[in-house]
């Protein structure tokens, strides 16, 4: 053991001193960081200049409820308390519809778009009022740059609607009195559950369900184990495989048994992964607190983190290992690279529906499935839904397992191609190694 | 007692058969020289005796005991391919070797080792920073600074010029001296014959050559005739009972046939030419590899 130790504190240290290490350890946090901080940052930087917004009304019936509830909400909701603007006001400018050319209109206004005279343009067809089928006549379509996710368009469906809803209501014999509170609209507020403290008994209040929560704490805990297997993991494929060229394997071989040696770098890399990760755990409790969202955290998420850093970088080292054994020319392990890095990758496609889904059979059998369960159950632990009690020891089991396969079919392969030279084996002849020894 | 014990080892990498049903014996506190053509099986056999390779068939005992599934830290190892961590120091390396070998007094060894083969400066460099001799040098070191019983050392000499060959010569004898056995593969014939207390031929993964330089020679007599005369080799063409002339320039090599008589021979010379020195010796331990490695006595064959 004394010796699998001893090889391993070299690797560790080969590894942390490099330069690589130490720019990684700042660099990654940053660049993972950094959307957030840029969204953060650049959220309350709004673009505050009036936005003209050409209404073409066919119908006749919409144009100066519009420019009202325009006027209304620039008096209103585009100021602080100090009378600072924060929001840019909207700027009705109703077109004539008559008679003419409307394509060719159409295309005057997209070219207005195009210089920045106007910002949108909305053609309201003469139907509106009736929108009974699908009928063209009767659509309300919003023309601009990037419409799809552009702000004066979702605010202006509801002045619209509103208008148009409290006409169809005067027809039908409503008096206007009454259409304020029929139109009324009730938002769904995102509150968390109900639990009660086991010390005093009493009801705790749900609190406010946060996007930060739902969201942020999954995608930075499961982008932080990305990081941490990448590092302590990957660079093992190249490390044996140079280690390997260069001849250094069959003099450690006169001292250690393949397995020690193996062992030790596994261990090593381990060590890297372990260091980057209390590292960053520290920094980001830190952070958090500072920013009062230590609460935020779910209880034995730093546990289960390590925990899984810790048999994941096991798992996917030891077959990186053997991996890199199998490789005579450094070109060679670059080439293993993608797929070694299956364990992780598929997790972060599978990042967003796991996100929002996380108790799904589809994500619940993923996180089951030992290659993949350090991220995914991560994924699933840190997100605001609670999952069975069960699922991580089980899951925890299974990578475990797999881990100890992988360090002894890693160790047979390891074992009989550290030395070989020339044609890399066939996928078939690691097979067998790992196999029949 | 015997370092090392081999009874009927076979080694195979695929269809190729390395090492085929060899068995040799490395008496205690020798200096034991491996020879042999590339691709003999040498280095295979090395490894087997270090528990890289296992055999397929046969046994190998190592200090007194089986050599499965375990590594010896009473055996240095100088490995034919040399390989150092590049960007460690000197002295840090040797450390971390001889601490991996269990060594004692690691750093007292390093530090004298480095003394004694002259490369003390260079001990806090990194191992990038050496030549080519010098990070020979202080592989050889990394096999000895843990003072093993056995020291196994694959090609020691191969690539040093001749002043670092004989420091490191002096070096193996030093250790032998101090009741190490020594176990080397060279193929510098002139070294094993004067180094060596026993000599071993492996070709194609058999052994052709056992025994002391002595009782080698012996088996091939006195068939030797070394000669100088004018004319050199051209005026000793077509003799009769001599299968072979073999030109060195100033003097000329002939192998006698069987029950050939030197004397004729010489006389035939003499008929021919002016004879300036004329001897009777046994083959060389370079005439004895040529004659059994050269062209045509047996297939080569790589590890």
């Known amino acids: ?437 | 007692m015997n370092a090392v014990e081999m009874r009927n080892v076979t080694k195979t990498f695929g269809n190729v058969t390395a090492v085929d049903g060899l068995s040799l014996d490395v008496p205690d506190g020798s200096i034991y020289g491996f020879i042999g053509p590339n691709g003999s099986g040498k280095t295979t056999t090395l490894r087997m005796m270090m528990n890289i390779f296992y055999p397929d068939h046969g046994t190998i005992r190592v200090l007194g005991e089986d050599a499965h599934g375990s590594s010896h830290d009473t055996i240095g190892y100088l490995p034919e391919e040399r390989g150092l961590y590049k960007k460690m120091g000197v002295r840090e390396i040797l450390r971390f070797y001889g601490n991996l070998k269990n060594g004692k007094d690691v750093d007292r060894e390093v530090d004298r080792w480095l003394e004694r083969l002259d490369l003390s400066d260079w001990g806090d460099r990194k191992v990038e920073a050496l030549s080519k001799g010098m990070s020979q040098k202080v592989q050889f070191i990394a096999a000895v600074v843990s003072n093993p019983k056995l020291l196994i050392l694959d090609e020691p000499f191969a690539g040093l010029d001749p002043v670092n060959t004989e420091v490191l010569r002096e070096a193996v004898r030093e250790i032998q001296a101090a009741g190490t056995t020594v176990l080397f593969s060279t193929h510098d014939m002139s070294i094993a014959e004067r180094v060596c207390d026993f000599i071993f031929m492996i070709f194609n993964g058999r052994k052709v050559l056992d025994g002391t330089l002595q009782s080698i020679q012996s088996t091939y007599g006195r068939d030797t005739l070394r000669l100088r005369c004018e004319g050199g080799a051209s005026a000793l063409e077509n003799l009769r009972g001599v299968e072979k002339v073999r030109d060195f320039g100033q003097v000329q090599e002939l192998r006698m046939s069987e029950s050939s008589d030197p004397q004729k021979i010489l006389a035939e010379v003499m008929s021919r030419t002016v004879v300036g020195s004329f001897e009777i010796a046994s083959p060389s331990l370079h005439d004895i590899f040529v004659r059994i490695a050269a062209p045509g006595a047996g297939e080569d064959q790589d590890d």
């Open chain 1, 1 to 437: 053991m004394i010796k699998t130790l001893r090889i391993a504190l070299r690797e560790y240290r080969a590894a942390v001193r490099t330069k690589g290490f130490v720019i990684g350890l700042v660099i990654a946090p940053i660049v993972m960081s950094g959307g957030f901080l840029g969204i953060k940052l650049f959220e309350d930087r709004v673009d505050t200049g009036d936005l003209v917004i050409a209404v073409m009304d066919h119908s006749g019936l919409v144009t100066q409820a519009v420019v009202k509830a325009a006027q209304a909400r620039n008096a209103e909701s585009i100021y602080d308390e100090h009378g600072n603007k924060t929001m840019p006001a909207y700027v009705i400018e109703p077109v004539d519809a008559g008679a003419g050319d409307i394509a060719g209109l159409k295309v005057n206004l997209s070219d207005r778009i195009r210089t920045g005279d106007l910002h949108a343009f909305v053609e309201i067809g003469p139907d509106v009022l009736r929108p009974a089928g699908e009928g063209v006549d009767a659509r309300i379509s919003y023309h601009a740059e990037n419409a799809a996710v552009d702000e004066a368009r979702e605010w202006i469906e509801r002045p619209i609607n509103n208008h148009l809803r409290g006409l169809r209501l005067s027809e039908a014999g409503v008096s206007d009195s009454a259409h304020t509170e029929i139109l009324s609209w009730v938002g769904v507020e995102g509150m968390g559950l109900v639990s009660v403290d086991p010390e005093t008994g009493e009801v705790i209040k749900a609190e406010r369900s946060s996007k930060g929560r739902a969201l942020g704490i999954p995608f930075a805990v499961v982008m932080l184990m990305f990081i941490m297997m990448l590092m302590g993991a990957i660079p093992l494929i190249s490390a044996v495989t140079e280690e390997k060229a260069l001849r250094i394997a069959e003099v450690m071989l006169g001292s250690v048994t393949p397995f020690q040696f193996m062992m030790g770098k596994v261990i090593g890399g381990v060590g890297v992964s372990t260091t980057a990760s209390m590292v960053y755990t520290v920094a980001g409790l830190i952070a958090l607190k500072q920013f009062g969202m230590a609460g935020e955290v779910p209880p034995g998420l730093v546990a289960w983190f390590i925990t899984f850093v810790l048999v994941g970088t096991v798992m996917m080292g030891s077959f990186c290992v053997a991996l890199g054994a199998t490789c005579s020319q450094v070109n060679e392990a670059q080439s293993l690279t993608m797929p070694a890095l299956v364990p992780v990758m598929v997790p972060m496609f599978l990042l967003i529906p796991i996100t929002l889904h996380p108790t799904s059979t589809f994500a619940t059998a993923l996180s089951l499935i030992p290659i993949f369960t350090p991220m995914v159950m991560m994924l699933r632990i840190a997100s605001p839904v609670t999952i069975p009690a069960w699922q991580p020891w089980v899951g925890l089991i299974g990578v475990m397992m797999l881990a100890t396969f992988a360090i002894w079919a890693g160790g047979r392969v390891f074992r009989i191609a550290i030395l070989m030279q020339g044609k890399r084996p066939r996928m078939a002849d690691i097979m067998s190694w790992a196999i029949k020894g």
